[in-house]
């Protein structure tokens, strides 16, 4: 996907409602993939800069899944390993938050495969009609989004963190989950609404 | 505040909610720069052990042979042995730097590797072709001057490939920060006037 394309499609930025997106900026894309390529030619300084920039969103999306502190960051620095190990490999560097989703969430499934089945994780949600959208400005409240993502399903608590660190769009989403983009949109529309629940229930 | 505003800060907001400076968060920085230092996978290890191993009894071989052959072997022959055993000491010394540094990185080592494949294999060819020359030895010397020769074009492909990838890097970099120079001076023009740096 184009960096322009990419730009247009950002999860955070859509509105089922209005189909409208929000144009963000080049610039922080442009960076990453400026990034990467340092990356890929042996700077130790980029591989710093790299875990610098991602270390707190990674470590958020585990932590919605490994209750063990001390786990969560142990499942971080394997994750970074492979990182290492593969990057050379990234063919597109603007796809760099999708493969490190895709890594810290194989790495977050191995870690529980004892625990829930991959089926699990992976199962379609029930189907959704997409009515109002309950955009991220109506959880204004972030301690209370923070603990009210810890009490909803695992497979909406996935979607709705995605959504929360907004690095990826619709179509991205749907690559880190495997699942069709029309799945995760109604995924996210259901999330939300149980998330609300959840927090009109407190 | 627009809607990318709002979102970014109730990430951000979101964010600093966990915990970021634990033990367990040092515990980590301590094992992250281990594995930056000591990223060398199981097979990699194992690639460069065999690389190593093989380059060492090359070494071992060649150098004996040219030590101990009769007095009747031309000298040309044993000059040849000796420089069998030198790249074979060579790759071994490859295969332990790269052990004993503890770090994987593909393109460097690749880069290094094809660079020695390619030289190593050139001189070989011309002092094999020397060699036929000076000894006479046409018919004996030919189809291993052929074999030299294939595998030369088959060092130089995996070196353009090494270079060409190289090359790649370089120049997508130069012009991702050129379009950043853009953007940069594009940011700069949209901005009220009052808000553009002054000349310097």
């Known amino acids: 996907m184009n960096r322009q394309a990419r730009a247009h499609d950002y999860l955070w930025a859509y509105r089922p409602t209005t189909g409208d997106f929000a144009l963000p900026t080049n610039r922080q894309i442009l960076e990453l993939e400026l990034l990467v390529l340092r990356c890929q030619r042996g700077e130790r300084a980029a591989f710093d800069e790299l875990v610098h920039a991602w270390e707190r969103k990674l470590f958020f999306y585990v932590r919605r899944f490994v209750a063990n502190e001390e786990e969560a960051w142990q499942i971080l620095q394997e994750v970074w390993l492979q990182v290492l190990r593969g990057i050379g490999s990234l063919r597109e560097p603007s796809r760099l938050p999708v493969w490190l989703y895709a890594i810290t969430r194989n790495h977050v499934m191995s870690h529980h495969r004892a625990e829930y089945a991959r089926e699990r994780w992976l199962e379609p949600a029930d189907p959704v009609e997409l009515g109002r959208d309950d955009d991220h400005t109506s959880f204004d409240d972030a301690e209370l989004v923070y603990h009210g993502l810890a009490r909803i399903p695992p497979v909406d608590r996935e979607v709705l963190t995605l959504f929360f660190l907004h690095d990826l769009s619709i179509d991205e989403v749907a690559q880190v989950l495997q699942i069709p983009p029309g799945t995760v949109k109604s995924r996210l529309f259901k999330a939300k609404r149980t998330l609300r629940d959840v927090l009109e229930a407190q | ?200």
């Open chain 2, 1 to 200: 505040m627009s809607e990318r505003e709002k979102a970014e800060r109730l990430r951000e907001r979101l964010l600093g909610l966990d915990p970021q400076e634990s033990e367990f968060h040092q515990q980590y920085g301590a094992g992250l720069q281990s594995t930056f230092d000591r990223q060398l996978s199981g097979p990699s290890r194992l690639r460069y052990g065999a690389v190593g191993a093989a380059g060492l009894l090359g070494c071992l071989v060649s150098g004996s042979l040219a030590l101990t052959e009769p007095g009747t072997v031309p000298m040309a022959v044993r000059g040849l042995l000796a420089l069998f055993a030198f790249f074979g000491l060579s790759w071994t010394m490859l295969a332990t730097w790269v052990l004993l540094r503890g770090r994987d990185h593909l393109l460097v080592q690749r880069t290094v590797a094809a660079r020695m494949a390619f030289g190593f294999t050139l001189i070989t060819v011309i002092a094999l072709a020397l060699v036929i020359f000076v000894l006479e030895r046409g018919a004996v010397g030919t189809p291993m001057l052929a074999t030299g020769l294939a595998l030369l074009i088959l060092a130089a492909v995996v070196l353009a490939d090494v270079r060409i990838e190289r090359s790649e890097l370089a120049i997508r970099e130069q012009i991702l920060r050129l379009e950043g120079r853009l953007m940069e001076m594009v940011e700069a023009a949209r901005r009220p006037d009052g808000e553009r740096p002054g000349p310097a």
